[in-house]
């Protein structure tokens, strides 16, 4: 790899934690923002679903914690609510999940804190420098020989000489227009669009609102597709949001917000908004499709280049992965650049970051299309998507192996492997023989008056 800079487009989490691993690795590196930074904890327009509530899977916490160490106890320090998703009311498609068994933790806080700790952090590196109000306008190449340079043009700052080129700028990402321009094709693009909307407030109330129980999931399932969540974060707040899809999307007006909670399969995120105060204004996000652009199978990668994120692969955001896998996709530079970058490491890496983001594509896909009613791409998709239905039918009923094989490949500490264990595949034989127990009861919900 060339000496020279390393320039990232775009200062969300994938080009921050990109940025944090080439700082680390004593790389200089140059991270250009379209948004001012505005030095806290505040939304940024380039993150347009920035106000809603995110979740940082279980997988994606270790992760950060190991290119940042010490980054939880910052979140922790700064608000960011401890939890156990085992205290979590989980309501899938065929009833509660179990309740009060230990499963994963996770760190409930809003996206700006996130990316504001991780920022500060990455800006603390030697060799790091984040620029501000930097829109990226062209990309070109001063050499197109073997470890050749880029240049990295833009609208309102001067060009950037690089040795080493990151797209992190998400789903508006523009390589497949720039790559055009240099002769190479665009990229084939596969596009799931459920048609899902969301709608979100803050509250005021404390961590222990609901009692025992940590917060609320309520997922959109198929002839249902409407949900919500209920999680706290920092600041005595809870970030609540309504999701729905097609013609049942939730409305903007407080009164079609409220109207829209006592809808929906159970009463609990309704009864949880009258019970606390509402802060602020309603807002929505609609841009919630997938799309994967398949670089890896251009025939041609160019030297110094990679994609990352929701520029590589973006999700719809009901399934918390984006964060996750952008940490994931940030350990794998981390490894290579460790192993020593031989020439073509780039397109190889590209292929590395492509299997890391096959799961999680897989699942919010396989979701998403039983919501529009297409077909699965392959039988197998399919075949698997029924027995994933089998095997929550078992933990809604009380099976806590079935629970945490759901469990560890939603956090993606696991491998879709683990929904194939011999004893699920016998409980589910007894359960077609013999009937299966009660289902679980509905999670302790209680509020306040």
């Not at 129980?213 to 600041?235: F, H, K, N, W």
């Amino acid at each position: 790899m060339s000496s020279e800079h390393t320039v990232v487009i775009g200062a969300g989490v994938a080009g921050l934690l990109t940025a944090a691993v080439m700082g680390a690795a004593g790389r200089p590196v140059v991270v250009l923002e379209q948004d001012q930074n505005r030095g806290g904890p505040v939304p940024r327009g380039g993150v347009p679903q920035g106000r809603q509530p995110h979740v940082l899977l279980h997988r994606g916490l270790c992760v950060i914690e190991e290119l940042l160490p010490g980054l939880r106890a910052q979140l922790v320090a700064a608000g960011g609510v401890p939890l156990d998703t085992g205290d979590l009311a989980w309501l899938g498609e065929h009833g509660w999940a179990p309740f009060g068994t230990p499963a994963y933790e996770l760190v409930s806080a809003t996206r700006p804190l996130v990316e504001h700790l991780i920022r500060r952090r990455v800006a603390e590196l030697p060799g790091v420098e984040l620029r501000g109000n930097a829109r990226v306008r062209g990309l070109s190449r001063i050499d197109t020989a073997p470890g050749g340079s880029w240049l990295v043009d833009c609208f309102d700052a001067p060009p950037v000489r690089a040795g080493l080129v990151v797209d992190a700028s998400g789903r508006s990402s523009r390589l497949p227009d720039w790559l055009a321009r240099w002769g190479i094709e665009e990229p084939a693009t596969t596009v799931v669009d459920a048609g899902f909307g969301y709608a979100g407030r803050v509250y005021a109330a404390p961590p222990d609102h609901l009692g025992r129980v940590a917060g609320i999931v309520m997922l959109p399932v198929p002839g249902a597709s409407t949900g919500g969540v209920a999680l706290p974060v920092e600041d005595g707040r809870w970030l609540v949001a309504a999701v729905g899809a097609g013609n049942h999307r939730p409305p903007r007006d407080p009164a079609g917000f409220d109207a829209f909670l006592t809808r929906l399969r159970d009463p609990a995120l309704a009864d949880f908004t009258r019970s606390a105060r509402a802060l602020g204004d309603i807002t929505v996000h609609r841009r919630t499709h997938n799309v994967r652009r398949h670089y890896d199978r251009l025939p041609h990668w160019p030297d110094g280049l990679l994609a990352v994120g929701d520029a590589l692969c973006a999700f719809n955001p009901v399934y918390g992965q984006g964060i996750t896998v952008a940490a994931t996709q940030a350990l794998l530079l981390r490894q290579t650049l460790a192993a020593g970058a031989r020439p073509g490491w780039e397109r190889r890496l590209m292929h590395r970051l492509h299997r890391a983001a096959a799961l999680p594509w897989a699942i919010a896909t396989g979701e998403d299309l039983r919501h529009t009613g297409d077909k699965p791409a392959s039988g197998v998709d399919a075949l698997f998507g029924r027995w994933s239905g089998e095997v929550d039918r078992l933990a809604v009923h009380g099976n806590l192996r079935a629970q945490r094989a759901l469990d560890r490949v939603y956090h993606l500490v696991g491998s879709p492997a683990d929904l194939l264990h011999p004893a699920l595949l016998a409980a589910a034989v007894r359960g077609r023989l013999l009937g299966l127990p009660a289902p679980v009861p509905r999670p302790p919900l209680t509020t306040p008056p």
